[in-house]
């Protein structure tokens, strides 16, 4: 194809695209991923699970919002108010709610005491994750952007359960910090963790994970969910869960979407750790 040529199909199919996204701004924003917000995140995705904001203001935007229009002490109203934000502002890379379904039936089925978070973002997946678990247990969620931690906090606060869950600023992989705190500080001994929700940078869950067993902190039992593995993608994680299905771990693999569309596909794993690294 001929420079010209190419230049035209180039601008032709980003006027295509520009057309779509105006067309469905002026409807009233029916297709959630055809958004100008969604567009913006898509063009920052390689490396914006590493950075963790977006960097145009819609996190702290989405903590006003949330304490403007939900109920303080209203768990489920909360919820709601981050789902409506995600898909009638600006869309936000959380969980959400079709694949938080599957955590929430992970988190119940599994009755965890001591939970590990890895990825905080606004706190929408610890919310989820605080709902499905049982009434004495304790939720850590790690995340190395601390105003992340701090926009997180205040949606915890605001739904009244800041005293089930702990923000922790830093990362499994900044050789040893955070692995000495939570040990030291929160309690994770050996076989003491029954649940980790892996929500964070994709290509830090498997080392991550190999961090988390070389500290003996799992049990037989324990459960391990991952979010996006097909998309962005986790494929080393996938390729080592599958290695090792039925000798170490034991693993359902959910179809799924991307978060607050249903255009994308995406797999959630849950994995039961069966013992013995
Ligand atoms: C996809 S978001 C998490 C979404 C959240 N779990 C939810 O569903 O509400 C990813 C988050 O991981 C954080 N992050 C990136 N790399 C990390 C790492 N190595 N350790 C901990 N957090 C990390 C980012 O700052 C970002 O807030």
């Known amino acids: 194809m001929t420079a010209p040529r190419l230049l035209r199909g180039v601008l032709l199919a ?19 991923f055809l958004r100008w917000s969604a567009l913006r995140m898509l063009v920052d995705l390689p490396g914006l699970d590493k950075r963790g904001q977006v960097g145009d203001g819609r996190e702290r935007a989405l903590a006003l919002y949330v304490i403007k229009n939900s109920r303080g002490g209203d768990i489920d109203d909360v919820i709601r108010a981050i789902d409506e934000f995600a898909r009638k502002k600006s869309f936000l890379m959380n969980v959400g709610d079709e694949k938080g379904e599957i955590l929430d039936a992970a988190v119940r089925r599994a009755k965890p005491k001591l939970l590990l978070e890895l990825g905080t973002y606004c706190g929408y997946s610890a919310l989820r994750t605080i709902r499905a678990m049982p009434a004495d247990a304790r939720l850590y969620s790690i995340d190395i952007n601390s105003a992340n931690a701090r926009i997180a906090r205040q949606i915890w606060e605001h739904a009244g359960v800041g ?26 001994t050996e076989a003491a963790l029954d649940f980790v929700f892996l929500d964070h940078h994709k ?34 994680y996938l390729a080592y869960l599958r290695a090792n299905e039925a000798t170490l771990w034991r693993t359902v693999e959910h179809e799924t979407h991307a978060e607050y569309q249903k255009v994308i596909k995406d797999l959630v794993t849950e994995s039961e750790f069966l013992g013995k690294v």
């Not at 980003?14 to 959630?32: F, R, S, W, Y």
């Not at 290509?203 to 324990?222: F, K, N, Q, V």
């Open 14 to 32: 980003g006027g295509a695209v520009a057309a779509a996204v105006v067309a469905n701004e002026l409807a009233g924003k029916p297709i959630p």
């Open 163 to 188: 005293d089930r869950v702990t923000a922790v600023v830093g990362m499994i992989g900044d050789s040893g910090t955070t692995i000495a705190r939570l040990r030291n500080d929160y309690g994770f």
């Open 203 to 236: 290509s830090a869950y498997l080392t991550d994970l190999r961090r988390i067993l070389e500290e003996g902190w799992l049990h037989p039992g324990s459960v391990v969910v991952a979010d996006n593995v097909k998309f962005p993608g986790a494929p080393d």
